[in-house]
């Protein structure tokens, strides 16, 4: 074993055509027992050609692997078997696969093919498994997901309604101390359509007042997640949570959030909270779903939708999540920057800053330009500007800026270090009715001099704001405006991802 390991690792970086002219040759001449000990030139190419080769190579090697399949030795079918899902489908290698499992060398390599077909099996592998499950002893609603990932995916429809919303209720989840902000928003932009239900730490609970679509939820911009809620369940043990978590997802409550909104296969994957189980705990999970109801697929890879499964007291709680990615909120990003804000934050900034008519907005540490976008999504700002140190930055938040395309806003992006802000001609002494930003916070990249730099923001926002002007920002320090002119609105502590900052609004008298 560790012999074949020191040669995989020896040929796994080669390029596809020296593996294929020398190893995969040698490999060819070898005989027994020269050939069992040249197996990992088998692993080698399942990665090397996977990972890096042409879709000439890959076929090539694919027909290559095939033919191993029916190697007298039990070993290099074995490698084989291992290899050949990395390269992609293959319908020849699943009658192989099928034929090694009607009369299999040993125990080893029936689980190997086992492996494979769950990998690689389509409808002949269903079939197979439903007629003679302790011989196929797949899992049914693994290979049913793959292969509805193949032929129908599933996509998420915006735009779709849910006709008979009665009962439902949605999680909005939002970082810590962003849910009154959250919840104002609905109850402004959504309340003919929602009612906020309750506020608790870092979620809103909402309830349908009449059909909605995806689209109507998207419209707010303050939480990061929504979950619809499949309910509750109570158990003494993970083994005892496994049906009722399945019965909850197998519900009609789910079947029908997942017909209205998805057009094509209903595929989920579960992400289990790693204190209530781990991954054989999911695959229960799923195959007991599938179970209850085979067009409900658990699909790890690229599935529509997400089961969560949270720790609730007693037991555990369930949502169904869209996964939209990317998020359509963020249509209009173009790039970002390493120390980005988390959107929903940005978007809960700008609510707090509030929208005036003639809003002339400044973020001296724009980054990719993300708050002062939110702010100009609002309406009624005319021109927001922005500054950041770095170019790169600059040029982010300028293409953004210009992808939101948000009419009648002016926008002005400049390099340079915030403190030279009387060079920008657009701003100027008291030229400016918001100061919004997210400062750096010292954590990825070292400040020299954190207080002196929030000191010097609290320095500029005096003197660029006009009166009744006002600066938003999470203020990283328990520090107190070292202006006179600036006045504490209000102060509230916020979850900025792992670490709490102050999310500070003052005015200027
Ligand atoms: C937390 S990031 C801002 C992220 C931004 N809100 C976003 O979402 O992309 C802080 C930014 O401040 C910039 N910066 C640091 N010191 C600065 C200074 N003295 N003047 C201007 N920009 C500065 C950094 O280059 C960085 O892009």
Not at 62 to 76: A, H, R
Not at 252 to 258: A, E, F, I, P, Q
Not at 429 to 435: F, M, N, T
Request: charged content about 30%; glycine content about 8%.
């Amino acid at each position: 074993m560790k012999a074949d390991n020191d040669l995989y690792r020896t040929l796994r970086d080669k390029a596809c055509a020296t593996l294929w002219k020398e190893d995969v040759a040698a490999f060819d001449r070898s005989v027994e027992p020269e050939r069992s000990r040249l197996v990992a030139v088998i692993r080698a190419v399942g990665v090397a050609f996977a990972d890096r080769g042409t879709p000439a190579e890959k076929a090539q090697a694919v027909t290559w692997l095939n033919s191993l399949l029916k190697d007298p030795s039990e070993k290099v079918r074995r490698y084989a078997m291992a290899a050949l899902p990395k390269l992609g489908d293959d319908i020849q290698a699943e009658a192989k696969l099928l034929d090694i499992l009607a009369a299999p060398a040993g125990e080893r390599e029936r689980q190997k093919a086992v492996e494979a077909l769950e990998k690689i099996g389509g409808e002949a592998t269903l079939e197979a498994a439903l007629k003679d499950p302790s011989a196929v002893s797949v899992a049914p609603d693994r290979v049913a997901a793959r292969i509805a990932r193949l032929t129908e995916p599933g996509e998420i429809r915006m735009d779709r309604i849910l006709s008979r919303p009665s009962g439902v209720r949605i999680h909005l989840h939002c970082r810590k101390g962003l849910e009154r902000i959250l919840a104002d928003e609905a109850r402004v932009l959504s309340k003919e359509i929602f009612e906020v239900k309750s506020v608790v730490s870092g979620l809103v609970v909402l309830e349908p007042l009449k059909p909605f679509s995806i689209g109507d939820i998207y419209k707010l911009r303050c939480f990061a997640q929504v979950g619809f809620v499949l309910g509750d369940v109570r158990a003494q043990s993970p083994e005892e949570a496994i049906n009722p978590i399945a019965l909850r997802i197998a519900s009609n409550r789910t079947r029908d959030l997942l017909a209205a909104f998805t057009d094509g296969a209903f595929r989920y994957r579960i992400e289990m909270d790693p204190a209530l189980g781990d991954a054989e705990l999911v695959r229960k999970v799923g195959a007991e779903v599938h179970r209850f109801d085979p067009k409900i697929l658990n699909d790890p890879r690229e599935s529509p939708w997400s089961v969560d499964i949270f720790s609730a007291p007693g037991g555990a709680s369930v949502e169904l999540r869209p996964r939209l990615s990317p998020d359509p909120r963020l249509g209009y990003r173009t790039g970002e920057v390493a120390a980005g804000s988390h959107p929903p934050l940005a978007a809960a900034m700008a609510r707090l800053a509030g929208s005036y008519v003639g809003e002339v907005a400044w973020d001296p540490f724009c980054g990719s330009g993300i708050e002062l976008i939110e702010r100009a999504m609002l309406g009624g700002a005319s021109r927001v500007i922005g500054t950041d140190l770095s170019a790169e930055a600059v040029e982010i938040a300028r293409k953004n800026f210009e992808a939101a395309d948000v009419p009648g806003v002016r926008g002005t992006f400049v390099c340079g270090d915030f403190r030279e802000y009387t060079k920008i001609p657009e701003l100027g002494i008291g030229g400016a009715s918001l100061v919004i930003t997210n400062p750096p916070m010292g954590r990825r990249i070292p400040i020299a001099d954190m207080r002196g730099l929030i000191v010097n923001l609290f320095n500029a926002a005096a003197k660029v704001l006009r009166p009744g002007g006002r600066l938003v920002f999470p203020n990283p320090l328990k520090l107190e405006a070292p202006e006179r002119a600036l006045r504490l609105i209000s102060r509230n502590a916020v979850d900025l991802g792992g670490f709490e900052c102050q999310l500070e609004m003052w005015v200027k008298d």
